[in-house]
């Protein structure tokens, strides 16, 4: 019901649990998580790599965060971007890297967090991987949950999503460090919306 108390805290518990995470942050948009993230981690003119590929509100959220997208070329079988890529493309000014599952078909999320293992090592610096699982509900990569591996796995709830809650995205985490400094800056800056906003949400639901 749409106003049932707690139903967001309820919601994020039964996808955690589905999923096997240990936190989940519900947000309007898939786009607003990925944003908070990257305030939220205080990054600020960092290069954050990316498929050439991919939606533009990915892009566009990096860029309203103070941060550079650096748009890589894709393989054209999966539209993905290969790990042979990311590495070349890595250096000291490198932030984040988005993985980004493409209709469902999985990339080898294990090699690019050795990949940048390496990298951080190199240049002594956190290189954050994002796994933008929003058309990869529940994906294995050589028998591997691929969310297995990210500090941030990103999932999305709009109409054309595999789940949906006709608007919405969630962000899952591991570490709880991570977590919770998403979780203030969420509960800081986003607000619950207002009456009319809820109706027109049915309407668009009926539409």
């Not at 990925?34 to 860029?63: D, G, Q, R």
């Not at 994906?139 to 990210?150: A, H, L, R």
């Not at 608007?167 to 800081?188: H, S």
Request: charged content about 25%; glycine content about 4%; some cysteine.
């Amino acid at each position: 019901p749409l106003f049932l108390e707690n139903r967001p805290q309820n919601f994020e518990k039964e996808f955690s649990k589905k999923f096997n995470f240990k936190y989940s942050l519900a947000f309007p948009y898939g786009r607003s998580a990925l944003w908070a993230f990257f305030k939220s981690m205080n990054l600020k003119n960092k290069e954050v790599l990316l498929p050439a590929y991919t939606c533009s509100v990915v892009a566009h959220a990096i860029k309203i965060s103070g941060n550079i997208p650096v748009f890589l070329d894709v393989d054209l079988e999966t539209f993905n971007v290969d790990t042979k890529v990311l590495e070349k493309y890595i250096n000291k000014k490198t932030g984040a890297v988005i993985l980004t599952n493409t209709f469902g078909i999985s990339q080898n999320a294990k090699k690019a967090t050795q990949i940048i293992k390496k990298k951080e090592y190199k240049y002594k610096n956190k290189i954050f991987l994002i796994q933008d699982c929003c058309h990869s509900f529940d994906s294995s990569y050589n028998n591997e949950k691929i969310t297995k591996y990210g500090d941030f796995v990103l999932f999305s709830f709009n109409i054309s999503k595999t789940i949906t809650t006709i608007f919405g995205g969630i962000a899952c985490f591991k570490d709880p460090k991570i977590y919770n400094k998403v979780l203030k800056f969420r509960d800081k800056n986003f607000k619950e919306k207002n009456f009319f906003d809820k109706i027109y949400l049915y309407i668009y639901l009926i539409l």
